[in-house]
């Protein structure tokens, strides 16, 4: 069994790394490097962080057509049209 804090498949502990590049905040025009400064300052200025899930980015599946639906709509368009109805 592993040792608190360590993962089972790997030989280090889990951890999240509170490091990163450098980056220029754009709401203040500083550059952070620690990811929790980046956010707290955000949070401060009352923004709200969003993720980079690709799946925001993918196309949403248009609904196919009901064909018949479609087809008796048409038909009753017709039929009102042939019966003298103009709007």
Do not use: W
Request: glycine share 6%; with cysteine.
């Amino acid at each position: 069994m592993p040792a608190k804090g360590q993962s089972d498949t790997f030989p280090v502990p889990n951890f999240i790394c509170d490091t990163m590049e450098p980056l220029e905040h754009p709401l203040t025009g500083k550059r952070y490097t620690s990811k929790r400064q980046f956010s707290q300052i955000t949070r401060e200025r009352g923004y709200e962080e969003v993720g980079n899930d690709p799946a925001r980015l993918r196309p949403r599946p248009k609904p196919k057509a009901d064909r018949k639906a479609i087809k008796e709509s048409v038909q009753r368009a017709v039929a009102r049209y042939n019966n003298g109805e103009r709007v």
